[in-house]
């Protein structure tokens, strides 16, 4: 299979700060990607990297195997759905999408028929002679997909697209966003600081830490098994346990991580602690301990037994569900 | 301890913020009355009186203004020699608009998308920095530059250029011993009085253009000309058209520069200034006072036509 981006050793420095810091990278075709981490990792200045807005200080990036380094960004044949959107406010939504088919020379009447394809594609059939002002957020990140998808790019880039819309519309978007991905057999690579977005999106994922990839990896390889205790932090809801707390538990000396759901409660154990909080989640209760001062969250499903806040408790779990990983 | 859901009211302020709250429009009325009556009545109150001059007429033999409404005087604009000023002035202005928009452009564009910091600041300093002399000096100083033993002829002697200026003296219409008696001169000092009221309103205008639009226009595969002439130009010409405001009816107003500077050709500002002091012609200087507001208002309808504004 053809690797859709590489990256080999790519830097970005910024004077002093390694925003982009010896990055390998490889995107298969036909993927959908995610960047993920926190704000100032890294992975917004990677895909700009791919799409032209910022140039390597060092290293070689390669689109289907074409190394892109003086290639400008209107020559690559990659799109991007911008995180403000980046609609021109002056065009109606027509003129929007259609505007990279006229900057090629295409027909008005071509354009607009191809324009008009693009927004069916995405829903928004009778909204041509609008404005985007007059659009709400949902609909004007649709024409921002339709505009980025009519130059049949062969990379999709989406620099945070859902952040500025609320829950269930970003619910709403993600499933449509994964279906339009199967349905155009595109490679998607998608940016994003919402690891639920990131795990239940992308086919595989790349966790950004100070300019790094601290982790690469399928959603399951990244959630049961974080190579670094970053990863496991970030990507959230698992506990990390210090070495001294997993060598008490049982475990050798050294960080490791444990999921909620592969923790249950025990009225005694080498290690006993105080229940110091209670979420109730529906399915289940999150019961969190403090252990040697570390807190450990158990997942009792519904149903069982929960104990009050305050009394003492211990933990079980099976050994295979202890993960052991980097201190970094 | 118990405390009143009621607060007592301490003082005046208190009592009247109290008023204000109950009747919001008090407020605005208050703060709205003088602005309005000076801008109503002695501004345009005064323009209305100019406006009813010119329908008056000027008796030939007395020289005493007739109070009856006629349309004689407007008729007298379309002389000849009257028309002439007409021309002579919209044509100034309009280059002088021109030039300045194509002046100030890459300046106003530079600070807005790239200054940063102290270079910004460099930029308001140099900006308004000759606002603050005066306006006198500068045209006076002009007159010396643009002179022929002035620094521009200097320069063009030293180095065996001087065909170039005198080249463009020859052309018919821009004739004049020198840059400081031709309507070139006039034409340049023009430029350098009002390109800071073109400068500063295009600069806003682009910095109100977010960068991720310039983006997304190459992203999508525009060139630099393109995405100058479908994104940036569309969206700074809100910018462009309030400057052009500036630069335009400045110049059609102006009475001093072309006094000064060039070949003593009457511009409108100057008819006027002769006409209702020398010639004592209150009803003519009125209606040559009329003309620039009529051509602002034509100039703004059709840039408004035009789809200038839609941007805003």
Request: aromatic share 8%; hydrophobic share 50%.
């Amino acid at each position: 299979m053809t690797a859709a981006v590489e990256f080999r050793n790519v830097s970005r420095h910024f004077g002093n700060v390694k925003a982009v810091d010896d990055v390998d990278l490889t995107i298969a075709e036909g993927s959908f990607f995610a960047m993920l981490g926190p704000s100032g990792s890294g992975k917004t200045t990677c895909l700009r990297l791919i799409s032209g807005f910022e140039k390597p200080t060092g290293g070689a990036i390669r689109i289907f195997g074409e190394d892109v380094s003086s290639t400008p960004p209107h020559l690559r044949n990659v799109n991007t759905v911008f995180q403000d959107y980046a609609l021109f406010p002056h065009l109606n939504v027509r003129d929007n999408v259609a505007y990279g088919l006229m900057v090629k020379g295409m027909g008005r009447a071509a354009r607009h028929a191809k324009a008009e394809e693009m927004l069916a594609l995405v829903k928004l059939d009778a909204y041509g002679d609008r404005k985007p002002a007059q659009l709400s957020g949902g609909q004007r990140q649709r024409v921002a997909l339709a505009r980025a998808l009519v130059n049949e790019p062969r990379v999709l880039l989406l620099d945070e697209p859902l952040g500025a819309l609320d829950l269930k519309l970003r619910e709403a978007m993600q499933d449509e966003l994964k279906a339009l991905q199967h349905k155009l057999g595109l490679t998607f690579v998608f940016v994003t600081h919402d690891q639920h977005e990131a795990l239940s999106m992308a086919d595989s994922l790349a966790v950004f830490n100070e300019g790094r990839i601290a982790q690469i990896g399928t959603p399951q390889d990244i959630y049961d098994r974080p190579a670094t205790r970053f990863v496991a932090d970030f990507v959230g809801s698992s506990n990390v346990l210090p070495p001294d707390l997993t060598r008490a538990l049982g475990g050798p000396a050294e960080w490791a991580s444990l999921r909620p759901e592969a923790t249950r409660l025990a009225a005694s154990g080498p290690v006993m602690g105080p229940v110091t909080a209670l979420r109730y989640l529906g399915s289940g209760t999150r019961v969190v301990l403090e252990l040697q001062g570390t807190e450990v969250a158990a997942l009792v499903p519904a149903g069982q037994p929960v104990p009050a806040e305050g009394t003492t408790a211990a933990i079980a779990f099976d050994k295979g569900a202890l993960h052991l990983m980097g201190a970094v | 301890m118990t405390s009143s859901a009621i607060l007592p009211a301490k003082g005046l302020a208190d009592r009247l913020t109290a008023v204000f709250w109950r009747h919001p429009r008090v407020l605005l009325a208050i703060l709205l009355t003088p602005p309005l009556l000076w801008l109503g009545v002695v501004y345009l109150g005064s323009l209305a009186a100019l406006l009813l001059q010119s329908f008056y007429s000027i008796d030939e033999f007395s020289g005493v203004v007739k109070q009856e409404v006629t349309l004689k005087t407007y008729a007298e604009l379309l002389r000849p020699s009257n028309f002439d000023i007409l021309v002579r002035t919209v044509t100034m202005a309009a280059a002088v608009t021109f030039a300045c928009a194509v002046l100030a452009f890459p300046i106003a564009y530079y600070a807005a998308r790239y200054a940063k910091g102290h270079w910004k600041a460099a930029f308001y300093l140099g900006v308004m920095l000759p606002l603050w002399s005066s306006y006198l000096v500068k045209v006076y100083a002009w007159k010396l530059i643009l002179a022929k033993e002035g620094i521009i002829g200097w320069a063009a002697e030293r180095t065996h250029t001087s065909w170039i200026i005198e080249g463009l003296l020859s052309i018919p219409g821009l004739e004049g011993s020198s840059l400081s008696t031709s309507p070139l001169g006039t034409f340049m000092v023009f430029c350098y009085i009002w390109l800071p009221y073109m400068i500063l309103p295009m600069q806003a205008a682009l910095e109100r253009v977010p960068n991720s639009m310039l983006e997304a226009s190459a992203d999508l595969g525009a060139t630099r000309a393109q995405t100058f002439r479908t994104v940036i130009l569309p969206l700074a010409l809100p910018g462009v058209i309030a400057g052009s405001i500036f630069t335009f009816s400045l110049t059609l107003g102006d009475y001093i520069i072309p006094q000064i500077i060039g070949n003593s050709a009457n511009f409108i500002g100057m008819a006027v200034y002769q006409l209702q002091g020398t010639a004592g012609n209150i009803p003519l200087a009125a209606a040559f006072a009329v003309v620039p507001i009529l051509i602002m208002l034509v100039y703004l309808t059709i840039a408004r036509r035009m789809g200038a504004f839609d941007a805003l």
